[in-house]
């Protein structure tokens, strides 16, 4: 604990509370809202404090005016408190700016001037994969809406769709389709930002550290098109929500397009501000979905040709039979085959792919109680409920699922199933047969199994 003599300077006091607040709090919280202060004055029994952002205020008053007040309090050996005031540039001149607490830290430079007018913004290239364009885009039943939606926007942005909100799991095509908007409105001349949640984050706090939210505004609010992707990454960032809610607020009302993607639809968004989510569903709400097996075995087809790689047609149709949950999974084991089979000089036949992908699987197969973990939790039985005898449609669909996973991703026996799960070699083939058969037909089953392995593969 810091402290100093009787009738400190508020200098003193406030140095000597930094000490205190740098040993309690974390060095991120500690760099970003008060390493940037100094004293302004006393005000009676109140310690004045100037920070150069409303930002600053808001956390010190409010996420950490407990741990302030106590410092403040020790450092001057009785009951005080504090107030901050947002000071753009130092009350004494530009020499004094470098006085920032405990660290000497401050680099006694004023903010920089916020530009006059929007900024004289088109996209950057090196932000857009230049292979994520619509006409390299595989359409299909599972995500024909969203490409529509897309298109659409792409055509004519601000006018219908605004914003637009696609969903989906990883890897089924939202970031490709936020990309392909960006090409093609770029191309027309349209001011376009594309970035991801956690680059607008860093983005921001830079920003802060620096002094230049205004050029910061002005870079995400002056443009045509704002691309935001993975919106989910949102969650538990207060200050990050904060200036989203006031971005989406400054180009909806200038007529401008805002196009964001997310993992999840924006009503399991939580615990994100009611207020941002209720921005998020004013618009156009579209999904994404696993693609099925013809759409799998065009994208490998695609990707073959792309790529300029001889692969035969069953070796495509026993990849898209083997893959099923995302299409950077597929893709990744078509590459996987190919380019083991030209390390080995071996023909790329059905029995070389089955062996190539049978090794990959073996390499990462969940053990049979993740397995029989992440069933029991997604469907929400128990395993005592799942290994009994009992055989309502609700506790048999579960255990022959985990069966068929078991097999097939946990490259387990049928002995082995069978005394995992209390069943004997008949039972246990049935079930895997019959959900081989039915996920194929099934919708509502497939979206479950790749639901599950998502949990395994991805928790």
């Known amino acids: 604990m810091s402290t100093i003599s009787s009738s400190p300077t508020p200098d003193e006091l406030w140095h000597a509370a930094l000490g205190d607040l740098e040993l309690t709090v974390t060095a991120a919280t500690y760099d970003t809202w008060l390493k940037p202060t100094h004293a302004l004055g006393f005000d009676g029994d109140l310690l004045l404090i100037g920070t150069p952002n409303t930002y600053g205020k808001d956390w010190i008053e409010n996420r950490l005016g407990a741990d302030v007040r106590r410092a403040i309090s020790r450092s001057a050996c009785r009951p005080m408190d504090f107030r901050v005031e947002v000071i753009t540039s130092s009350p004494n001149g530009a020499g004094d700016a470098g006085r920032m607490g405990a660290r000497g830290a401050g680099n006694g430079s004023a903010p920089r001037p916020s530009p006059t007018g929007a900024p004289a913004l088109t996209i950057e290239r090196a ?37 637009l909100f696609i969903y989906g799991g990883v890897g089924l095509g939202k970031t490709h389709l936020l990309q392909a908007i960006g090409h ?63 971005t989406f607020n400054a180009m909806h009302a200038a007529n401008r397009q805002i196009v964001i993607s997310c993992d999840r639809r924006p009503q399991a968004l939580m615990p994100l501000e009611a207020r941002l989510r209720s921005r998020f569903e004013a618009g156009l709400i579209v999904d ?64 070389v792919a089955q062996r190539i992908l049978d090794a990959d699987v073996a390499r990462t197969a969940p053990s049979l109680d993740a397995i029989l973990q992440a069933v029991t939790a997604y469907f929400r039985v128990s395993t005592e409920e799942l290994l009994s005898a009992k055989r309502s449609q609700r506790i048999v669909v579960p255990r022959q699922v985990a069966m068929y996973l078991m097999r097939d991703d946990g490259r387990a026996s049928l002995p082995q199933i069978g005394l995992a799960l209390r069943r004997d070699h008949t039972t246990v083939l049935h079930g895997i047969e019959r959900i081989t058969q039915l996920q194929e037909t099934n919708e509502v089953l497939r979206k479950d199994i790749i639901s599950i392995r998502q949990r395994l593969f991805h928790p």
């Open 127 to 163: 932000e857009l994969n230049a292979k994520c364009t619509f006409t390299n885009f595989i359409v299909g039943d599972s995500n024909r809406l969203a490409y529509a939606a897309a298109s659409a926007v792409a055509e004519s942005p601000a006018t219908r769709f605004n914003p």
């Open 184 to 246: 093609h409105l770029a191309s027309r001349r349209y001011r376009v930002r594309y970035v991801t949640t956690e680059t607008f984050t860093n983005d921001l706090v830079g920003a802060i550290r620096s002094q230049t939210q205004e050029d910061f505004r002005n870079r995400y609010r002056h443009v045509d098109v704002l691309l935001l992707d993975d919106i989910q990454f949102l969650i538990g960032k207060e200050m990050t929500q904060e200036e989203v809610f006031h």
């Open 288 to 351: 994404i979905q696993p693609p099925d097996l013809e759409m799998r075995i065009a994208i490998l087809k695609s990707t073959a040709e792309a790529r300029h790689l001889a692969v035969s047609d069953d070796v495509l149709q026993l990849i898209a039979h083997r893959v099923q949950s995302n299409i950077r999974e597929l893709e990744g084991a078509l590459v996987q085959v190919v380019g083991r089979t030209q390390l080995t000089h071996e023909s790329l036949t059905v029995p």
